[in-house]
């Protein structure tokens, strides 16, 4: 059965504090993993997509690199306007269409 | 602009009562989607849709339904079946729904049951 789980759950930062968030997934042929943020009340907002093992992507301070079991989101010098939940997904190997299964998400908290 | 306009951004419903969201896109994809979004839980796969007058059921389908007459609509009906519908829906478009492309989201309705 295609999974993510991401973790932590929770993590809180003071800013300039660097951190990795991780996502673990099982699913049968990758065809993409995805990365999003999602600020309260509001929907997901795209950040980065990762297609095999090895590639990375960055976006200011952002950095999204790729395995064959997991992706990580590496946060460098992290500011307070970056607090938000960020969201995992990878297409469902089963499926040719583009439905996503989603992990929980890691809720991110940068104190000034 | 181009876009996904989700609506009413809040909706209450009584218990018993039928209620529809309302999604709309002008971004010309071919696919949407309807996600639910609850504490702790990953966002859930309700419906979605590849191509006009087509749609197939998600992962949580049962006590919802949906249609899809023209590209830029895809409203879903909440159905009194429905029995725990208080959560946070939010809608997706794909460019095609074949290509391994990103979605993009609605600002989302969040559906309280009084």
């Known amino acids: 059965e295609d999974q993510v789980t991401q973790s932590p759950e929770a993590l809180r930062l003071q800013e300039g504090e660097s951190s990795s968030l991780n996502c673990s997934y099982t699913?049968?042929?990758?065809?993409?993993l995805f990365w999003y943020r999602q600020d309260p009340g509001k929907g997901p907002e795209f950040l980065f997509t990762?297609?095999?093992a090895g590639e990375e992507k960055e976006k200011e301070r952002l950095k999204a690199t790729l395995t064959k079991k997991e992706s990580f989101l590496h946060i460098t010098a992290p500011k307070p306007e970056d607090s938000a939940t960020y969201l995992c997904?990878?297409?469902?190997?089963?499926?040719?269409?583009?439905?996503?299964?989603f992990g929980q998400g890691t809720t991110l908290q940068v104190k000034p | 602009d181009g876009g996904i306009t989700q609506s009413p951004k809040y909706l209450f419903r009584k218990e018993g009562q039928n209620v529809t969201l309302s999604c709309e896109q002008n971004l010309n994809h071919d696919a949407m989607y309807w996600y639910r979004q609850d504490p702790g839980q990953g966002l859930r796969l309700i419906y979605y849709?590849?191509?006009?007058?087509?749609?197939q059921k998600g992962d949580i389908a049962e006590g919802y339904s949906v249609s899809r007459e023209k590209k830029e609509s895809f409203p879903l009906t909440v159905t009194s079946a429905q029995k725990n519908p208080t959560a946070f829906y939010l809608c997706?478009?794909?460019?095609?729904?074949?290509?391994?492309?990103?979605?993009?989201f609605g600002q989302g309705t969040r559906l309280t049951v009084v």
């Open positions: 997904a990878v297409i469902q190997g089963s499926s040719n269409t583009g439905k996503l299964i």
């Open positions: 990762l297609y095999s």
């Open positions: 997706a478009t794909t460019r095609t729904g074949i290509m391994n492309t990103e979605a993009f």
């Open positions: 849709s590849q191509i006009v007058n087509d749609f």
């Open positions: 699913v049968s042929g990758l065809r993409g």
